[in-house]
């Protein structure tokens, strides 16, 4: 065939295309043939030209597998539109989540056909060598493409914002996503919101939103506030700037440590988050590029700058934020302000907080009200050694709830006191160790 023939052939295909796109977009017109011959304006034998015979593979069915190849192709358009115009994953999610079901409602009948059993049946079919094939094969790269920009919206996703599901794969969480915007669509598309008294909503991308949040964990604007708590319980942790306290209240490890009895000492269970603080930074994971950032010129598209990534304890935090909603939380430290953005970090979650700052004033809330767990110090009211001298009381008082110990600095040599879940020496590893309780609690 000539290229002049190929050319002709393309263009004929194209014109059938349109008008069969203007005929689904009217709601009781029929897609057929001569309908769509008769839009396009040639004869009705003109289709046979530009899709085949129907023994071929052809016909009305190469139509429709053309027309949802096209639609699969501009679908597969708005998705890589709203993510590579997106700063940041999180926002790009929401984005392609947007012009998913955006399309579907624009383009219902469209929708219905790229998705129908027509087109499954045509791609299950046995189609021989000829414009049929053609048109399969056309169909199905736009398929491919599609799913593959659901694959890569999950794969780029590096700062915790999808829920964390076992091993799942990033395969098993982008089906996931696209069966739940599928349905929703489906149910958008074919009215159903009306009959419901379920939530309804309208606007595709607070649709979206709402959508994801069935595999979605706590949002930027959600953790904003953990995040500045948790920067500046780190930002003092590290620079020593904490509120003045008398020096007689000044927490073990700030001052010499003393010597603990041999029987007061377990070898503590090996914990990846409990280590000296100046090991942190060096075995913290190394963040690669943001996927945004990697793109075309290496700069986001957008003038807003990217959200700067969560640190590791963040993530986790995002990932698991519902476990800490309603924990109940005693911390026990007779210098509650030196603490006072740790405490913020897990009330910005959803935690309740309880202070005390004495042993006396610890044990009387355990007694009169239940508690998850309880955070404390060693070193209080006069005496170096009193959390570890209290914590057989307080264990007992909380009904087994664990206890772990916060400090100024955790020493290699010296593993968390027996009978206590844990020590942590700096905010991350406190959050980190919180999680554990939680997560065992279920």
Known sequence: MSQKSRGSGEELRERFVDAARELLREPDTDLDLRKVAERAGKSRTAPYLAF???????GLAGLRLAVASEGFRELGNRMDRALRSSRHSEEGLRGMAAAYLAFAGEEPRLFRLMFGPEVADALSDRVPEGPGRVERERLNRERVRTEFIFLEAIGMEEDGYLRQQGALRAEDLAGAVWAILHGVAMLTIDGQWGATSLGVLDDPEALAATTLRFLTTATSEEMAPARRALDEAIRQKESGDRPDVPMADVPLADAEEPEFRDADLRVAEAHPMLMPEESLASSAPRMSA???ESRGSGSPVTDSPAPAPDSPALRRARAHAHLMD???ILWIDDTPEWVASEAEVFTALGAEVVMAESTDEALDHLRRDPFDLVLSDISRGGRD????????????????APVIFYVARVREDRPAP?????????????????????ERRG
């Open 418 to 438: 027996a009978g206590s879940f844990g020590i942590a020496g700096h905010p991350e590893e406190l959050v980190h160790l919180v999680f554990d309780v939680l």
């Open 385 to 400: 050694d009193e959390g570890i001298r209290a914590l057989p009381q307080v264990s007992q008082a909380a009904g087994g």
């Open 290 to 292: 943001g996927p945004f």
């Open 326 to 328: 309603g924990a109940r």
């Open 52 to 58: 085949g015979r129907t023994e071929e593979g052809g």
